[in-house]
């Protein structure tokens, strides 16, 4: 499967974003996807991940304020950021998988395709 990450840009602190991850591939509603963040010379830190049954999961300092959800029928999967913060900004990544597990769900190694990232940059 290919996928695209796009929806990024500039914001000010408080405003929202929606990032879009579009998918190639007639399975990938099979798939697990998840939103990955990652600054320079760091280390990629999972934002969230939706399972083809649809049940979703959050690191702690996004629960509330991000939504991550999919439309299969259109192959995406959706990243919905409200009240940015300055230190949300960072280059964010779809990435896909057909077999990871829940314990391993945050795990950027266990992802086996990933997309292009999109920059998004929130001032204060």
């Known amino acids: 499967v290919q996928l695209q990450a796009y929806g990024g840009g500039l914001v000010q602190a408080g405003d929202s974003l929606r990032l879009s991850c579009a998918a190639s591939?007639?399975?990938?509603?099979?798939?697990?996807v998840g939103w990955f963040r990652q600054a320079p010379g760091k280390e990629r830190e999972f934002v969230a991940a939706?399972?083809?049954?649809?049940?979703?999961y959050y690191a702690d300092s996004k629960k509330g304020r991000f939504t991550i959800s999919r439309d299969n029928a259109k192959n995406a999967v959706y990243l919905q950021m409200n009240s940015l913060k300055p230190e949300d900004t960072d280059v964010y990544y779809c990435?896909?998988?057909?077999?990871?597990?829940?314990?391993?769900?945050?795990?950027?190694?266990?992802?086996?395709?990933w997309g292009q990232g999109t920059q998004v940059t929130v001032s204060s």
């Open positions: 990435a896909a998988d057909q077999s990871i597990i829940l314990s391993t769900i945050a795990s950027s190694q266990d992802y086996d395709f």
């Open positions: 591939g007639r399975t990938f509603s099979s798939y697990t």
């Open positions: 939706i399972r083809r049954s649809g049940a979703t």
